[in-house]
């Protein structure tokens, strides 16, 4: 039981550069979730998936994209990287209601220079 | 609006009692979470209470809950280095499966 996993564990991008993270979870949880971590911001989120099919914005969508592929995996995707966007990024899932304990994944950190 | 507040930094010594303190500003909110992480690694839940209680206890982790001030506590008794971290405070809210956390409290426990 591995729990929530992300890839990479980090990245260096340019300006302008497109990429994918990935996470995945083996818990069977219907709801999953992207966050970013900036120092002094705590955390925000960029969007989660409330079941395998739909996905909506949190509170800093732009410049992101999603998919949620199956149960088990939910990607986030960065068209055009830009340098604001340097950040360590995690994934959660939760358990259901009503008190959606959230898991974390280990986190990605990314650079954008 | 919502909104979660914490102090930044916390320090105490080995074996002291460690205070975490969370205020958060909307009286919907369902449960309330504590979260610890260590550097380098992802979020670990550590604990949450519901609206209507007033205190948890699990082990040496206390929850106090004030409804009335919005206030809620961390208390963690026998202090170890171990437990050096960032904790966070989190809220939800009825029906909904997002929540809002607050900035963290770096706890930095001296030997």
């Known amino acids: 039981n591995a729990g929530v996993t992300q890839t990479p564990k980090f990245q260096v991008l340019k300006t302008g550069q497109s990429m994918t993270l990935q996470c995945a979870q083996d818990?069977?949880?219907?709801?999953m979730y992207w966050y970013r971590q900036d120092p002094g911001m705590g955390l925000r989120l960029i969007y989660y998936?409330?079941?395998?099919?739909?996905?909506d914005k949190g509170e800093v969508p732009n410049g992101y994209n999603v998919s949620r592929l199956n149960k088990r995996e939910f990607s986030l995707r960065l068209e055009s990287a830009a340098p604001s966007q340097t950040s360590v990024y995690f994934c959660?899932?939760?358990?259901?209601?009503?008190?959606?304990?959230?898991?974390f994944g280990p986190g990605t950190r990314l650079t954008v220079t | 609006g919502e909104d979660v507040e914490q102090s930044l930094f916390l320090s105490v010594r080995e074996g002291d009692s460690s205070v975490i303190n969370c205020t958060y500003t909307?009286?919907?909110?369902?449960?309330l979470y504590w979260y610890k992480q260590e550097p380098g690694a992802g979020l670990q839940l550590l604990t949450y209470?519901?609206?209507?209680?007033d205190m948890k206890q699990d082990q040496r982790l206390t929850v106090l809950l004030n409804k009335k001030d919005k206030h809620l506590s961390l208390r963690i008794a026998d202090t170890q280095t171990g437990d050096s971290a960032i904790y966070f405070c989190?809220?939800?809210?009825?029906?909904?499966?997002?929540?809002?956390f607050g900035k963290g409290t770096m706890l930095l426990v001296s030997p």
């Open positions: 959660a899932s939760s358990t259901e209601g009503p008190t959606y304990e959230q898991y």
């Open positions: 998936s409330a079941s395998e099919g739909t996905t």
């Open positions: 818990m069977n949880h219907n709801s």
């Open positions: 989190a809220e939800s809210y009825s029906g909904y499966s997002t929540l809002t």
């Open positions: 909307d009286s919907s909110s369902t449960y």
């Open positions: 209470i519901f609206s209507n209680m």
